[in-house]
C-alpha cells in the first residue's frame, strides 16, 4: 500500500511539474494613457508580436488607463512582482535616478528630433542603466510629444501664468518651472486630471496634444498656447528581477518584439501629435494660440534659470550633451 501510495505521489509530482513547466510566463503591461495614443498602440503592438512568436510561452495582459496601477505606484509595484512592464512618463522616475530629470528641463530641445537624436546617442543609452542599482531595467524611450500649455484663460506671456494653479507630474524641475512663472504647481494623478480641469478645481495643465486630445483635457480648457517648451516621453521598464529570470532565448525574442513596438509607437507619434492638434482645432471646443517669437522668448527667459537650479543634480556634462543634439 505503501509502495502504491508513494508510486501515485511521484506522479502527480511529474505531472505538477510538466504542467507548471508548460504554464506561459505572463507579462502585466500596466500604463496610464488611453489605447488610441501612441503608447497605447505600442503596447498592444507588443502584445501581438510577442504572443504570435512565442505562441504558449509567453502571454502579454495590457492594463491601459490607469487600470492596474497609477504611474506613482507602478515601479513599487513591479518590483513587488505585482506588474512586469510599465512605461512611466521619464518625470515619474525621480526618486530613483536624479539624471532623467534632464529631460523635464525647460527649452532644452528644440524639437523631437534632437530628443530622439539625444535619446540613441551613447549618453542617452547609457541612462537605460541609470536604474539597476535600484532593481529597474530601462528597456527604451517611447515619444508622445512636446508639451503645450491649456488653461481657462489666455497665456501668451508668462505674466498670464502668475497666481494659476497648473497640474504638474511628480517631478522638482517642473515644480521650479511654474513657480519661475509666479504659479502653483500642483502635483496629482493623470488619472484625476480631467476632473480637476472640468471643476476647475485647477486652472490649467501642461500635456503633449495626443493627451489632450484623448482624455478630453480641450472640452474642458478653453485655451491651449503652443509652446513645445518641454517633452513628455516615457522609459519602457521591467524589473531586473524579472528579466534575468527570463532564459536567454525568451529575453531575446521579448526584447527584439519590445524594440520593433517602440519604433512602431515613435512613427505614429509624431503622426498623431499633427493630427490630434488639428482634430483640437476642428472641435472648436479649445483655442489654439500661436504664440510669435517674442512671445516665447519671453517664456525661455522666464523659465531658463530652472537649468542652474538642477545643474548639480543633474549633471552640467549630461545637460551639455543633450544641447548638443540640437545641431542635428
Known amino acids: 500500500m505503501r509502495l502504491l501510495t508513494a508510486a501515485v505521489a511521484t506522479v502527480a509530482m511529474t505531472l505538477g511539474a510538466q504542467f507548471a513547466a508548460a504554464a506561459p510566463i505572463e507579462i502585466k503591461f500596466s500604463h496610464v494613457v488611453a489605447e488610441n495614443t501612441p503608447k497605447g498602440k505600442m503596447a498592444v503592438r507588443f502584445k501581438e508580436l510577442v504572443e504570435e512568436r512565442l505562441d504558449g510561452k509567453v502571454t502579454v495582459s495590457v492594463f491601459p488607463n490607469s487600470q492596474l496601477f497609477g504611474d506613482n505606484k507602478v515601479l513599487e509595484a513591479m518590483l513587488l512582482g505585482d506588474v512586469q512592464m510599465a512605461a512611466p512618463s521619464l518625470s515619474k522616475f525621480q526618486k530613483y535616478t536624479t539624471q532623467l530629470q534632464v529631460f523635464d528641463l525647460p527649452f532644452l530641445f528644440k524639437d523631437m528630433a534632437a530628443v530622439d537624436r539625444f535619446q540613441q546617442s551613447e549618453t542617452g543609452q547609457e541612462l537605460l542603466n541609470s536604474l539597476r542599482k535600484k532593481g529597474l531595467v530601462g ?22 501664468a502668475a497666481g494659476k494653479k497648473f497640474r504638474i ?50 472640452e474642458v480648457q478653453p485655451y491651449i ?17 524579472f528579466w534575468n529570470g527570463l532564459d536567454d532565448d525568451v529575453r531575446a525574442e521579448v526584447k527584439k518584439a519590445l524594440d520593433e513596438a517602440i519604433a512602431y509607437g515613435n512613427q505614429i507619434s509624431g503622426e498623431q501629435a499633427a493630427a490630434d492638434r488639428q482634430a483640437i482645432i476642428d472641435s472648436g471646443r479649445s483655442e489654439v494660440i500661436e504664440i510669435t517669437e517674442a512671445e516665447r522668448q519671453q517664456w525661455v527667459d522666464a523659465m531658463k534659470p530652472v537649468w542652474k537650479q538642477f545643474e548639480d543634480e543633474i549633471g552640467a556634462d549630461l545637460i551639455e550633451a543633450a544641447l548638443k543634439a540640437n545641431e542635428g
Open 169 to 218: 507630474m511628480t517631478s522638482d524641475v517642473l515644480q521650479a518651472q511654474f513657480e519661475e512663472l509666479d504659479a502653483v504647481p500642483l502635483k496629482k494623478p493623470f488619472s484625476e486630471v480631467f476632473t480637476l480641469l472640468q471643476t476647475k478645481a485647477i486652472d490649467g495643465a501642461e500635456n503633449p496634444w495626443s493627451n489632450i486630445y484623448s482624455k478630453k483635457f480641450h
Open 139 to 160: 528597456l527604451g524611450y517611447l515619444h508622445n510629444g512636446m508639451k503645450q500649455m491649456s488653461a481657462n484663460t489666455p497665456l501668451r506671456v508668462p505674466a498670464d
Open 225 to 241: 498656447t503652443e509652446t513645445n517648451h518641454g517633452v513628455l516621453d516615457y522609459m519602457v521598464v521591467t524589473s531586473a528581477e
